[in-house]
Every structure is written in C-alpha cells, then in structure tokens.
C-alpha cells in the first residue's frame, strides 16, 4: 500500500513548540491550540502570524519531538512492504532543507516528501496514487477523503469536528499502525 502522511501534528509534535514560542512571542498564556487559525487565536492579522513564521521557520522545524510512536509505526509499516510518502503544507525551499534535516536527525523513515505549500494536497494523493492518509488538518482530511480514498484523522483540540464515516479518528500511533495493517 501507498500511505500518505501529514507532517506536523501527525509525525512531528510541532504544536507544543508552537504553543510555547507563541506564548513568548506574543505574550500570551494560552494553555492550547485548539484553533488551527493561529492568527484567529492569537487575536493578530494574517500577516503577522505569516512573518512569525517565517522568521522563526528553522527553529520552530528543529524543535519538535517526533510524535510519541511515529519512528516506530513507521518503521512498522515499511518493514510490512508499505510505501511511506509524506504530502506537507510546508514550502520548497528552505523549509525543505529544514524538513529533511529534521527527519534524518530524528530518524524518520521516508521513501518521499512532498511540499505542498499553500497548492490542495488531493494533487498529491492523485499523483502519486495514495492508497489511505493520515491528517490532522480536519478540513484537508475532508478534501482528501471526498477525492476517493481512506483517511485517518490524529486527534488534536482543533479537529474535533462530527467526522463522516470514511474518516476514522485516531488518538496514537499504536492504534494508527494497528489499524492501517488491518486494510486490504
Ligand atoms: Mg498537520
């Protein structure tokens, strides 16, 4: 099987570190992101949040911890002859680097990375023929289901939505494996 991964929230446990360096940034004292809107939740303009980023792109992409059983998982499913292929909203460039260089160091396994940036992630899984998808972002979880295949929604404050069936919540990666072995 061709899985697709996300990148931040499902391999990467990036919003800890967001949270924190917003909290320093704009000093504020909030205790979760439970808003993917972060410019929305941190009550600035787009732009702002944009060149927040921006500035702060390597170390925010270095900090985070892979998410607790990702390297493992992973491993699990290549091992098991599936093809691993993650589809980021991440921008070439220098945030490629960033990325791999984050991967290596963290020893995640990669048969392919993919940045999106800002294009819609259903080019990706058409592509590159994905066969299943793990998603955190709720409303590319649903594009992505609707473009034809089964995804995988990571449980996190800001993708509680009531999901349709096709969309299977998850809340770790032991489950995600166990369940992802279980499809034909
Ligand atoms: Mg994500």
């Known amino acids: 099987m061709r899985i697709g991964l996300d990148i931040d929230g499902v391999v990467a446990d990036s919003f800890p570190v967001f949270l924190r360096e917003l909290n320093k940034h704009f000093d ?51 091992d098991k002859g599936n093809e691993i292929i993650y589809v980021t909203a991440r921008n070439p460039g220098g945030e490629e680097e960033a990325t791999i260089k984050w991967m290596n160091q963290k020893s995640i396994p990669y048969d392919k990375v993919i940045f999106m940036g800002n294009a819609c992630k259903t080019s990706a899984v058409k592509e590159y023929e994905l066969d299943v998808f793990v998603e ?33 919540r998850c809340y770790n990666w032991t489950e995600l494996t166990k369940e992802i072995t279980t499809l034909k």
């Open 28 to 78: 504020k004292k909030l205790e979760k992101i439970d808003n993917y809107d972060m410019a929305k939740l941190y009550g600035v303009d787009w732009e702002v949040m944009s060149k927040f980023f921006d500035d702060h792109m390597e170390f925010l992409f270095s900090e985070p911890m892979p998410m607790p059983g990702a390297v493992e998982g992973i491993t699990e499913l290549m």
């Open 136 to 168: 955190d972002h709720s409303g590319n979880a649903l594009k992505i289901f609707n473009s034809g295949i089964g995804v995988f929604l990571f449980d996190a404050p800001y993708n509680r939505i009531q999901l349709p069936s096709g969309i299977t």
